[in-house]
């Protein structure tokens, strides 16, 4: 996942954010051709789209993103089975969500590299099957062309406000051109370290957060990072009325450690030691390198 920038220096207060009145939205369904690719029972049952829903990824570039995009497409075109994809089975062909043909992504980085770059490291690397970057070639390209600067980098003199006002503009900006009828915005930006008690700056989470907020969409943090979790954001997320959630993807050893500790305590098994292995791979091993970031992830 991709890093963010450094930010110190920064002294400009943390300001509360104005919120925009919630976004009207209803939920777009699947389709019947999709269904009949993949086999898909449920889908096929789902009713008429209401319209596009987009996709932005705060760390667009990183390997959770690349990897996301690249599988939706992939899928879309009945190259894989949804492998994995809780939402594609028969208890959610009636729940109204968008079909993955009806996706639009972009979102923000700090990085230029590529998505067909990415996605062709990660098959070097084995994460992507080897032939799907190729065979996806024009949906990640057309998904990269929607990647807007992230930040703050070094040297950007911006003020909290000033920069959530421009991450909220790209994805009005996004919402417009395409004709959307919701966004939802999902952090999967590599782990940053926890706020200290003397930051008087947002953290970079938070300001992705606020601009998803006042841009009238709704906000994922499938990472540990602060995100809305704030005291400067509290004011804020109750006023915008707007679905929230997470702290945390919970996909791998995290997930496998909420499943089995309930396990032991309801048999009455008493953990003496808990050690794990984490196979780290697309570039989490690095970013945890970061003592800080490390400690961010294990709390979280």
């Given at each position: 996942m991709t890093a963010h920038a450094d930010r110190?220096?920064?002294?400009?207060?943390?300001?509360?954010?104005?919120?925009?009145?919630?976004?009207?939205?209803?939920?777009?369904?699947?389709?019947?051709?999709?269904?009949?690719?993949?086999?898909?029972?449920?889908?096929?049952?789902?009713?008429?789209?209401?319209?596009?829903?987009?996709?932005?990824?705060?760390?667009?570039?990183?390997?959770?993103?690349?990897?996301?995009?690249?599988?939706?497409?992939?899928?879309?075109?009945?190259?894989?089975?949804?492998?994995?994809?809780?939402?594609?089975?028969?208890?959610?062909?009636?729940?109204g969500l968008p079909a993955l043909t009806d996706l639009v992504f972009g979102g923000h980085d700090t990085l230029d590299c590529p998505l067909s770059k990415r996605a062709e490291a990660l098959a070097d690397g084995g994460v992507l099957p080897h032939g799907l970057p190729s065979a996806v070639r024009a949906e990640l390209d057309a998904a990269d062309t929607e990647i807007r600067p992230g930040g703050p980098l070094p040297g950007d003199t911006r003020t909290d406000q000033e920069l959530i006002a421009a991450f909220a503009a790209d994805l009005t900006d996004f919402a417009h051109r395409h004709d959307l009828a919701r966004t939802v915005v999902i952090n999967v930006a590599s782990t940053e370290p926890a706020p200290g008690p003397g930051d008087t700056r947002l953290p970079a989470s938070s300001l992705y957060a606020a601009a998803a907020l006042r841009a009238g969409c709704s906000y994922a943090n499938f990472t540990p990072s602060t995100g809305l979790r704030t005291p400067a954001l509290t004011d804020t997320v109750a006023a915008a009325g707007l679905p929230h959630a997470g702290r945390d993807g919970k996909t791998g050893q995290t997930l496998l450690r909420s499943v089995l500790a309930p396990m032991f305590l309801q048999r009455a098994l008493a953990v003496r030691a808990w050690s794990g292995a984490n196979l780290l791979g697309g570039g989490d091993g690095a970013a945890l390198a970061d003592p800080a970031a490390a400690a961010a992830k294990n709390a979280g």
């Open positions: 110190e220096g920064r002294t400009d207060a943390p300001g509360r954010i104005d919120a925009p009145s919630p976004s009207e939205a209803s939920g777009p369904a699947g389709s019947a051709d999709r269904a009949e690719v993949l086999g898909l029972a449920g889908a096929a049952d789902r009713a008429e789209s209401a319209g596009r829903t987009g996709v932005w990824f705060i760390g667009a570039r990183g390997s959770v993103a690349t990897t996301a995009t690249a599988g939706c497409a992939a899928i879309a075109a009945g190259l894989h089975p949804p492998t994995g994809m809780v939402t594609e089975t028969h208890p959610f062909a009636d729940s």
